[in-house]
């Protein structure tokens, strides 16, 4: 079975520029996450989707970053405009419905 | 507010002995508790998880311990190898939508 796919692995941009990132989860799993993890943190949820619909966006800062998992299956991750304290690691995990979260590679953001 | 701690940012082992890593909780409504290994570039990978309704979850050469009147679950690893190596991350959920609250993490190194 493959696992949770992100890209791309490495981002640099300049402040106030955008970006986006991408996230294919395990084939079935019903719900997926992302996260956002500084060093030295542990993950901290930014969205929650459940098959298309969103469950949690409470810590999303909707004012820069959005995201959309408009067919029910893949998503995107998008930070418009970017600031320094954006970079991090961006990961991606999915879930049967409620379940024990499986999580890709990741994706590290670095803003300068 | 940290809800869930794990107060030991590393830990050294020698190979062959046990590993003890240990978490604290503070929310009394939580009711799933999980242990996750992170190498450094990847995301996290789940470890072993354990059911309020438990005390003991055993996988392997892991174990997790859960004491729910003193809020404190530990993960025993033994005997511990060198591949073991890794930060490990104690989460904790609660609630329907089974958002994941998470540690710092532990950062054990086990050496030959």
């Known amino acids: 079975e493959a696992g949770v796919a992100q890209s791309p692995r490495y981002k640099i941009i300049e402040k106030r520029q955008s970006v986006a990132f991408w996230c294919n989860p395990i084939s079935g799993h019903a719900t997926l996450y992302w996260y956002q993890q500084i060093l030295g943190q542990g993950p901290k949820l930014l969205i929650q989707f459940q098959n298309n619909g969103v469950v949690d966006d409470s810590q999303l800062p909707k004012d820069r970053f959005s995201a959309e998992r408009l067919k029910g299956v893949d998503s995107t991750l998008k930070i418009q405009p970017a600031k320094l304290e954006d970079s991090a690691v961006y990961l991606c995990a999915s879930s049967r419905l409620l379940g024990t979260q499986y999580f890709g590679p990741g994706t590290r953001l670095l803003v300068l | 507010d940290q809800q869930v701690k794990q107060n030991s940012p590393s830990l050294s082992v020698q190979e062959g002995r046990i590993s003890i890593l240990n978490c604290d909780y503070t929310?009394?409504?939580?009711?799933?508790f999980l242990w996750y290994k992170k190498y450094p570039a990847e995301g996290p990978t789940f470890l072993i998880s354990?059911?309020?309704i438990k005390d003991k979850n055993e996988d392997g050469r892991f174990t997790v311990f859960l004491n729910k009147s003193a809020k404190h679950l530990s993960l025993h690893i033994v005997p511990s190898q060198p591949g073991d190596s890794a930060v490990y991350f104690c989460?904790?959920?609660?609630?329907?939508?089974?958002?994941?609250?998470w540690g710092l993490g532990t950062s054990l190194a086990v050496n030959p």
């Open positions: 989460a904790a959920s609660a609630g329907n939508n089974r958002k994941l609250i």
């Open positions: 929310n009394s409504m939580f009711d799933y």
């Open positions: 354990i059911s309020s």
